[in-house]
Nanobody, 121 residues
């Protein structure tokens, strides 16, 4: 059974920093794109940042220059470094990964349980 386990959320003042981590565990064949999404109260879930297996990154315009995504393929882990945090970054952050459970299967979407990030003004 494949699981994504997140850590690193919390409460921080505006201008502060946090780092989120997400590790994939279980038995699986391969991981393609890994990324982070967020959902604020009353809002739709939105893509924050994504990174391919070869390290190609993409970011939402609202976080460019402030957030950095990275991954360690040997540890099946993706990170999100968040700097210069703003109150509008407050949301539940979800890890996402495209994982192939078995060699004969296609890549499937997996989600973490979510971690709360709260930025106070």
């Amino acid at each position: 059974q494949v699981q994504l386990v997140e850590s690193g959320g919390g409460l921080v003042q505006a201008g502060g920093s946090l780092r989120l981590s997400c590790a994939a565990s279980g038995i699986f064949r391969d991981i393609n794109v890994m990324g982070w999404y967020r959902q604020a109260p009353g809002e739709q879930r939105e893509l924050v940042a994504g990174i391919t297996h070869t390290g190609v990154e993409n970011y939402a315009d609202s976080v460019k220059g402030r957030f950095t995504i990275s991954r360690d393929n040997a540890k099946n882990t993706v990170y999100l470094r968040m700097n210069s945090l703003k109150p509008e970054d407050t949301a539940v952050y979800y890890c996402n990964a495209q994982i192939k459970p078995r060699i004969w299967m296609t890549f499937q979407d997996y989600w973490g349980q979510g971690t709360q990030v709260t930025v106070s003004s």
